[in-house]
């Protein structure tokens, strides 16, 4: 689960739409507040909770929480729908994570989606190492993973760390995984990265990355190269003489 929901622009808008008498306008009001990270969440928190149409007030948590990038956790313990307090620890612990990780980990626990919200600090952390070779972040892997209570955690690392190699349009293959003692985890971390590329990029996005020399994806041998320059597999060869060029 993520913050997900309007813009922060389209809240506005609904804002300004809501009214201007009774209700509604003090509505209004604390949905301006909402966005505006000077206000203390505590009180933007009290403020949407004071909102009686639960939709508008969901979203009143949610811009707040959202708006606000450092918060306590006793004012996301203070919000009474457990969707959105869940909501507010899942964001507290994302910004936290850089400063003080166990605390990161620990916060993820306090939610009902415990499971994702350890997924986004793996993606995270995976991410911030995506210049490093597997075997230069083993170890750290390997501790931040073991530390987390979600089943297949460190193929799910290697699987971030591949998918943030591509974005960033560096090599990745099953190589790389061979100089860990146990590769096993990391091998099938890029299976796995490999279908999710798969099903973003589609036939036609691989082939028109791999005519013109951008970060292509191919996928014969079982391997996942993800490079610029990298000649195609035979499968994506094939793949691509069936495309119009």
Known sequence: MTLIGLTLLGLTLMACGLGSSGSSSTDAQHMVRALDADVPLAQVLQGCEEISDMNTRGDCLSAGVSSHEKGALSDCEAIEDTRWRSECIFRLAESTRKEDLPQA??????????????????????????QLSPVEQAEFAHRLTQSLPREESLELYWEEWAIARFRADLLVQREDCGGLEEPRACVQGLRRARKRLEAELGSENRCEAYRTGRAELVLSDGRVVLNSGVPGGPELVTLCAQQPG
């Open 105 to 130: 980990i620990a916060l993820c626990g306090a939610t009902d989606y415990d499971r994702q919200c350890w997924g986004h600090l793996i993606r995270d952390e995976a991410g911030d190492r995506v």
